[in-house]
């Protein structure tokens, strides 16, 4: 049948057949973000969210672009006001599912308040230590093959952080990714860092004009995110590389980033962009500590 052929996120013979009828859940049934491929790519992510909601789904995850949470937010609408796939029932039954999670769980009356102390254990000397060895455990030098790393430099020897204004998936995120953090953290091991601003708009061409006002002897230092996704980050890393310029590249959030630029020859992974990342992080391009880290992933790109 139809149903049969459908993702298991529309296919109500699976959500509301198998999962409540067959097993009994009673709970609160969350899809994935569909603006995933395999849906936004088929059905469209808006008639997706209104067949998600028909097949059973309570709460409907759409987390990246706004345009299509609006687009899916009024098909949902729509459906409801013409009533042809989906009932104010079966919004209001997914709605006091949500409800019914947030009192079980969660009561403006135990809210700690600001004069609440916490507990002593948080923070404590152990949980730091903990914090540092799981980051050091994680991070992962995926290239290192002109021996760039450790770091030795001279102090007249200049630090270029490059700060390009990225594509972050949500505005939540934008505020994760600050660049000054980068360049406060590799200031502790080097005196003379700096942080330059790169327009992405410009074309490829355009960065000649970076490469030609800093000095050749600079080590330029690039945090990407998703870069494998965003071809203006990509392009810029690119430039580094035909100009034959030392670049470290750490990859903040994706590892794939190397996929969009395979002739990086200096790459570390974080797999995310947060104080202690960059602290593990700085440790290992300075010589500090040693990467323990290991790609979770195979990357085609990569010979590592």
């Avoid at 330059?196 to 050749?216: C, F, I, R, W």
Wanted: proline residues 6%; aromatic residues 6%; glycine residues 4%.
């Amino acid at each position: 049948t139809e149903q049969d052929s459908l993702p298991a996120t529309l296919s109500r013979t699976i959500v509301h057949g198998l999962l409540r009828q067959q097993l009994g859940f009673t709970g609160l049934i969350i899809s994935d973000c569909l603006e995933m491929q395999a849906i936004s790519a088929t059905f469209g992510t808006a008639p997706a969210a209104v067949m998600a909601l028909e097949a059973g789904i309570d709460l409907v995850l759409v987390s990246h672009h706004y345009e299509v949470q609006r687009a899916s937010i009024e098909a949902i609408y729509s459906a409801v006001q013409t009533a042809q796939q989906i009932t104010p029932q079966v919004i209001t039954q997914a709605a006091e599912r949500v409800l019914q999670l947030k009192a079980r769980y969660l009561s403006w009356d135990t809210l700690p308040t600001l004069t609440t102390t916490p507990p002593p254990t948080i923070g404590c000397n152990a949980h730091l230590q903990l914090q540092r060895e799981s980051y050091q455990r994680s991070t992962t030098l995926i290239r290192n093959e002109d021996a760039l790393l450790p770091l030795h430099l001279e102090p007249e020897e200049q630090i270029i952080i490059l700060s390009p204004q990225r594509n972050s998936a949500t505005m939540v995120e934008d505020r994760y990714y600050s660049d000054e953090t980068l360049a406060a953290t590799i200031r502790r091991y080097h005196p003379l860092v700096g942080i330059l601003p790169v327009d992405l708009e410009a074309e490829e061409n355009g960065y000649k004009h970076l490469l030609q006002t800093t000095s050749e002897t600079a080590v330029f230092i690039i945090a990407t995110v998703n870069a494998h996704l965003d071809e203006r980050q990509a392009a810029l890393v690119r430039s580094l590389m035909a100009a034959k310029r030392r670049t470290i590249v750490i990859a903040v959030r994706n590892p794939y980033d190397l996929m969009a630029f395979p002739q990086v020859r200096t790459f570390l992974a974080t797999y995310e962009y947060t104080q202690p990342a960059l602290v593990a992080a700085a440790r290992i391009i300075f010589g500090k500590s040693e990467a323990q880290g290991h790609l979770p992933v195979h990357i085609p790109a990569s010979s590592s």
